[in-house]
């Protein structure tokens, strides 16, 4: 509904404006001074203003800017008797959107109104759907609690506002992108392009054309000019994902265009620019790599400005209730089926799985879940590689003799450790040796990492 607020002291007149405008299909609300004005527009839906300069408590020329204040996305539009340049200037200084004399002018004021009307409601979509991408990709959208990840956070959030290289580093599948896109979304750029590329699901042609762009001709298939990833991110962001997989001659290529701001397409002869900020990830360790010569040691520094290392899931196991809530609601919504809720064995189970795929795996666990259970989930839906890992979790201690527990925790350190018996030894503060022999004599079973 097209909404519009009158603000006049002649009543006649206002009651007059007032019917003609309801006749064209808009809801009218009338005020006739500034006080009853200022109190109408606080009124959201509120899509346009029409207000006489010449009120018994003010004038509607040193109105607009309070009229703003209350309500941003309502267009203003000004009527005065006798029309004069300085006021008319002044009125669109101070925000209003147009300046008509009464009178002369009636004619053009349904046409105003609903260019005013259509400005005010695209301008509440936007803010609208600007609220929605800020909660959707916002720090608010990384979940969780533990202290490893309120860390990594709170350091996303102090680099946010400036202009500095990040480098996300961590295993695979545990969020690097989202933090990525809370970076920007926290950045001055995010009203910008946020683009992102996976350096390791493309050839080396594929991203030198996917990053650089190409001129019409460059190569036998360039049909017309392709814009880069490098000129979509002016005065936006560039997440490179996977960076470590990035080609060492594509790195030199990279390490130019962060120290100057310009780079080449690839059949052009003239230099483009291109503003931008980097943030990188990678699940490799970058200083080994660039020690070994497989990574540009300058590279590697020039991106090493501020690193955040994402922790695994198992190092933050309280986290997981959070998440299989959340994930247990979003899939249930996509799968149009009632939240059927989950026995505490199978939360059980999955605080106790060693999540080598973090959070990507326990999203993909649970969508499994919601699809194939009839009803409250339990560990009858979990993948039979899943079920044999975490079959204690559904068992309760048959006894509470040492040897029970003894058990239990050998195994609890065995699946955080991913079956690297070295490191359970060194965590269980127990010999290797000594370790083994409890494999054996509580039939822990014979795989596992030396």
Request: net charge neutral.
């Amino acid at each position: 509904m097209k909404t519009v607020l009158i603000i006049d002291d002649e009543e006649k007149l206002r009651s007059l404006l007032a019917r003609v405008i309801k006749a064209e299909g808009f809801e009218v609300i009338e005020a006739g001074d500034c006080k009853s004005g200022l109190k109408a527009i606080e009124n959201p839906v509120i899509d346009a203003v029409l207000c006489d300069v010449r009120l018994p408590d003010g004038n509607g020329v040193e109105l607009v800017p309070m009229l703003k204040s209350r309500n941003p996305n309502a267009e203003i539009i000004l009527l005065t008797a006798n029309g004069n340049i300085p006021d008319g200037v002044q009125a669109m200084k101070n925000g209003a959107m147009d300046y008509i004399v009464k009178g002369d002018d009636n004619d053009k004021i349904l046409p105003i109104l609903d260019k005013a009307v259509e400005k005010s409601q695209l301008q509440k979509k936007v803010k609208k759907l600007e609220a929605i991408v800020s909660s959707k990709f916002s720090f608010d959208a990384v979940i969780g609690n533990s202290q490893p990840i309120q860390e990594a956070i709170n350091l996303a959030k102090k680099v946010a506002p400036t202009e500095a290289a990040v480098l996300l580093t961590g295993e695979t599948g545990t969020g690097k992108e989202v933090f990525a896109q809370a970076i920007h979304y926290s950045s001055h750029r995010a009203d910008k392009n946020f683009v992102a590329l996976n350096c390791s699901a493309f050839g080396r042609e594929m991203i030198e054309s996917e990053l650089f762009g190409y001129k019409q001709g460059a190569f036998t298939g360039a049909l017309k000019d392709k814009r880069g990833l490098l000129e979509e991110a002016h005065n936006g962001t560039l997440f490179l994902d996977e960076i470590g997989e990035l080609p060492l001659d594509l790195q030199a290529k990279l390490l130019r265009v962060l120290e100057t701001h310009e780079f080449i397409k690839l059949g052009d002869t003239k230099p483009s620019k291109s503003n931008f900020r980097l943030i990188a990830a990678t699940n490799r360790d970058l200083k080994t790599e660039s020690e070994q010569h497989r990574f540009r040691a300058d590279l590697y520094f020039r991106l090493n400005v501020f690193q955040i290392t994402l922790p695994p899931l198992r190092q933050r196991i309280k986290d997981i209730p959070l998440l299989l809530d959340f994930f247990l609601d979003y899939y249930t919504k996509q799968t149009n089926k009632p939240n059927p809720g989950y026995t505490a064995d199978f939360a059980k189970a999955l605080e106790r799985y060693a999540w080598n795929g973090n959070i990507r795996e326990l999203k993909n666990v649970i969508e499994r879940a919601v699809i194939i259970s009839d009803g409250k989930l339990d560990i009858s839906v979990l993948p039979s590689d899943f079920r044999d890992t975490v079959s204690t979790a559904s068992e309760s201690l048959s006894s509470f003799s040492m040897e029970s527990v003894e058990k239990q925790h050998i195994q609890k350190v065995l699946n955080h450790s991913q079956g690297n018996r070295a490191e359970a030894a060194r965590l269980l503060e127990i010999g290797i040796a000594t370790l083994y022999r409890k494999i054996d004599e509580f039939g822990l079973g014979k795989s596992g990492k030396q």
